[in-house]
T-cell receptor
Framework: ETGVTQSPTHLIKTRGQQVTLRCSSQ?????VSWYQQALGQGPQFIFQ???????GRGNFPPRFSGLQFPNYSSELNVNALELDDSALYLC?????????????FGSGTRLTVV | GQQVMQIPQYQHVQEGEDFTTYCNSS?????IQWYKQRPGGHPVFLIQ?????EVKKQKRLTFQFGEAKKNSSLHITATQTTDVGTYFC???????????FGPGTSLSVIP
């Protein structure tokens, strides 16, 4: 079975622009969550999707939005980029029914906002 | 609000020494998960603890959930250079609440 893949791996954007990050979940997983990780810090939860519906959101403004598709792949969209949005963005997939098996993370997208 | 603390923030050990990181919560946890992130890598799931007082072992790693389910620990016996990385605890109150990761403990192993 394939793991979690994220694209692109690196991205440079200008303040005020919009960005879309993509995540392909591990086969058989129906849940995907997105995190922002600043250097030297723990992952900060943005939101989670289960069967194409958002089922939990962290303390991020509405300009952070997402989608989960029928094939369980996912997108994270960030509008009106700010310098502080520069971070590693991680997605993690799992199965709601088997949360005890943990979540599989992708390698992340390194976003730099200039 | 919900607070999760991890101590220590950093730990430098000589190879072969033991290592312990603690995760402390201000509220009772339903369960807790532990993840390891190597430098430049992504978090990798290690284990989930659910029951009060639960102890689980994975080779040299021992995980414990406190009796009150407000704290957890990860202990590594006889560290090796492959143990280098940051160890995070992670929990979620219910299936619909936000996920919380602790700030992590960064382990360095001196060969």
């Amino acid at each position: 079975e394939t793991g979690v893949t994220q694209s692109p791996t690196h991205l440079i954007k200008t303040r005020g622009q919009q960005v879309t990050l993509r995540c392909s979940s591990q086969s058989g997983h129906n849940t995907v969550s997105w995190y922002q990780q600043a250097l030297g810090q723990g992952p900060q939860f943005i939101f989670q999707y289960y069967r194409e519906e958002e089922n939990g959101r962290g303390n991020f403004p509405p300009r952070f939005s997402g989608l989960q598709f029928p094939n369980y792949s996912s997108e994270l969209n960030v509008n009106a980029l700010e310098l502080d949005d520069s971070a590693l963005y991680l997605c993690a997939s799992g199965t709601m029914a088997r949360a005890s098996a943990g979540y599989t993370f992708g390698s992340g997208t390194r976003l730099t906002v200039v | 609000g919900q607070q999760v603390m991890q101590i220590p923030q950093y730990q430098h050990v000589q190879e072969g020494e033991d290592f312990t990181t603690y995760c402390n919560s201000s509220t009772t946890l339903s369960n807790i998960q532990w993840y390891k992130q190597r430098p430049g890598g992504h978090p990798v799931f290690l284990i989930q603890l659910v029951k009060s007082g639960e102890v689980k072992k994975q080779k040299r790693l021992t995980f414990q959930f406190g009796e009150a389910k407000k704290n957890s620990s990860l202990h590594i016996t006889a560290t090796q250079t492959t143990d280098v990385g940051t160890y995070f605890c992670r929990w979620r109150k219910t299936s619909y609440d936000k996920v919380i990761f602790g700030p992590g403990t960064s382990l360095s192993v001196i060969p």
